[in-house]
């Protein structure tokens, strides 16, 4: 079965290394300044033309409260006004995006992230989904995908009833540990009953699907007070789960620089977390999809995974690969055709070039034909932990083993360790190397040593 994993201790210390968790290949890490407006235009432009579906990523930067552990775009303020001169920019963001694109072309996923979506308040969000279902072809009988991030510190009842009422049918719910001593440690007081009285709302209003997040790794945690947390989760009985490692990069990210190190769980104890949580959702029944993802067998990112249909980009896992990833907001980024673009991190920024009629490009890329081949191969390792060299070669027009032939001895390495079989037409992904296929994507990343390895959180 795709679910199965092998827990291998000797082999996740050996292979257990810092690297790209690959919503995208290239890499984030590469994007440069080079890319601007002019090739997002382009890109559109031939979207347009292909008639291709679009999954559009709306990226809501405001949080009331800071979580110490957070990696995310945001920007902490108690100021509720600051989300309208916000919203104004991000519609002027969406009419100059979809007067590019044609009508036809239809949205078969959306998401909002943050930050906090629902830091803005009931009629900010009917303001921008009307603004939204204005200008692009939102899907109105329920069948897209159409996600959004909830804090349940944020979000009651009334909420969810409006949210269900815009169109959106699946969440996404923080939830990260349920340990009062580890909330503390990391500024997020949440409670059990918070979160249940989340996830009963969604449930009565029908929302397709819920996902819950939570973190191992975090200051205080131990075996013990995280298997905890996982069986009171089981019992909210998500369709999906996040299982997300913590990477402490105090060095990168300035609210991590209030965690006390010395609290933060040591290697040993951060493996046998994880694995006591894997066989938990294994006994209850979840499949492990990779990535520290899990899914019931019922959910479409099983199905699609069974049936090898399963892809990956800026938004995880997803059954929406073909689509034209538009990232709309402060740092959001676009997948459109070969074009990776990003928006401005810096707010005032992202805004001020907004406000005089110009998109907020700041950097990107523009895929080679060997970022496409080598794409193509990293995606199919990672969604399906298989790769048909025969696909590749009638796809790229190559000779597989010639074109990688310098990497022959590193993947020959992972067979003899029980990472990997190879042979002369496949890479298979066992069991025991399941849990790190992100080590054996990274033999195929062209630009890896480039790059300080201290920007990646590690595999385990």
Known sequence: ?????????????????????????????QFDGQ????????????SRKALRPLSLYVHVPFCANICYYCACNKVITKDRGRAQPYLQRLEQEIQLIACHLDPAQKVEQLHFGGGTPTFLSHDELRQLMAQLRKSFNLLD???????????????????????????????????????????????????LEQTRAVIDAARTLQFRSINIDLIYGLPRQTPENFART???????????????????????????????????????????IL???????????????????????????????????LQRNFQGYTTHGHCDLIGLGVS?????????CQNSSDLNQYQNTLASAQLATSRGLLCNADDRLRRAVIQQLICTFSLE????????????????????????????????????????????????????????????????RQRFSRVI
């Open 275 to 309: 694995q006591g949580t894997i066989e938990q959702l294994t006994k209850a029944g979840y499949r492990y999809i990779g990535m520290d993802h899990f899914a019931l067998p019922d959910d479409e990112l099983a199905i699609a995974q069974e049936e090898s249909t």
């Open 332 to 340: 959001a980024i676009s997948q459109i055709g070969d074009l990776y």
């Open 141 to 191: 009988d329920d069948s897209g995908d159409y996600g959004i991030e909830i804090d349940p510190r944020e979000a009651d009842w009334s909420t969810m009833g409006l949210l269900r009422e815009l169109g959106f049918n699946r969440v996404s719910i923080g939830l990260q540990d349920l340990d009062p001593a580890v909330q503390r440690a990391v500024n997020r007081l949440q409670s």
């Open 389 to 452: 060299f025969a696909a590749i070669e009638h796809a790229f027009n190559i000779d597989f083993q010639g074109y990688f032939g310098e990497l022959w001895p590193q993947l020959q390495g992972m067979a003899d360790d029980g990472l990997i079989e190879l042979d002369n037409e496949r890479i298979t992904v066992l069991p025991a190397g399941r849990l790190l296929v992100r080590s054996v994507c990274m033999v195929f990343d062209a630009y890896l040593e480039q790059h300080n």
């Open 230 to 272: 996982v069986d009171e989760v089981i019992n909210l009985q998500p369709d999906r789960l996040s299982v997300f490692n913590y990477a402490h990069l105090p060095e990168r990210f300035m609210p991590q620089r209030r965690i006390n190190s010395d609290e933060l769980p040591t290697p040993a104890q951060k493996l046998e």
């Open 35 to 46: 890319v601007g407006t002019f090739d997002l235009f382009h890109a559109l432009r031939d």
């Open 1 to 29: 079965m795709l679910d199965a994993i092998r827990w291998d201790t000797d082999l996740i210390r050996r292979y257990d290394l810092a690297g790209p968790r690959y919503t995208s290949y290239p890499t984030a890490a």
